[in-house]
């Protein structure tokens, strides 16, 4: 798959130069997209750069958005789970871990996702987060490849009502009675990160694909050690 090359390179897809402010030159960085660091790197932040490591840097040949290619899509569907960003009115950020079935966050196409959302506590943070401030901050892990996916984009909520043909395109057909809102995001950029200080952890199923085997083996010679006592 895509994503298995891409996680082999880690993060392959391409270099972008970076511009060095205080005269160094050539300074390269492995990137999948420059859009992301073109948004996040802001005067404070270059001013921080700066002061820590003497050299600020600077993307350039920067695109209007940086679009999902396949590699992207394919992990975003194996993922059960992510971590979703949003700033209140009141200025203060608030994240929220959002999971559900593999593949609940739907690609649907290279710049937009979507997914169902379901009956809750009733708090409605991001919901009201995103109603006055659409900016929002996706991090999709995947701990047992040590990977990270970040996606910065503009979110919109819609009333699931209003859409039923939208909810049995995007809920799950055992849940699709208690999708109370769908929510799109615009993706504008995204970014990988290194597996550095990231822990592998593990599921259930992973667990059992790992450990099942040696279970088995260890009936088969539990069963041959009782053949030969009896």
């Known amino acids: 798959m895509e994503y298995d090359r891409v996680l082999s390179e ?25 859009k992301y660091l073109d948004l996040t790197f802001t005067d404070a932040v270059c001013r921080a750069q700066a002061e820590y490591y003497g050299r ?45 079935p593999q593949g609940f966050l739907r690609v649907i196409n290279e710049t937009t996702l979507a997914f169902a959302d379901y009956k809750g506590n009733r708090q409605l943070l991001t919901t009201g987060n995103v109603s006055v401030n659409d900016r929002v901050a996706l991090f999709l892990m995947d701990y047992k490849n040590r990977a990270r996916l970040k996606i910065l984009g503009h979110a919109r909520v819609e009333d699931a009502r209003a859409h039923p043909e939208l909810v049995a395109q995007l809920a799950d057909p055992k849940m699709q009675s208690v999708v109370e809102r769908l929510v799109f995001i615009d993706v504008v ?37 009782h053949t030969v006592k009896s």
């Open 10 to 34: 880690f993060p392959g897809g391409g270099s972008r130069l970076l511009s060095d402010h205080s005269g160094v030159e050539g300074l390269q960085r492995k990137a999948m997209a420059a």
């Open 56 to 100: 600020v840097g600077k993307v350039v040949d920067v695109p209007e958005r940086d679009s999902l290619s396949q590699a992207e899509a394919e992990y975003i569907a194996a993922r059960d789970s992510f971590y979703l960003g949003s700033i209140s009115e009141s200025g203060w950020p608030y994240i929220q871990h959002r999971g559900g």
């Open 189 to 225: 950029s995204f970014d990988w990160n290194c597996p550095k200080h990231i822990t592998p952890r593990y599921s259930e199923e992973d667990v059992e694909e790992y450990v099942g085997p040696l279970k088995k083996r260890i009936a088969e010679l539990e069963a041959q050690l």
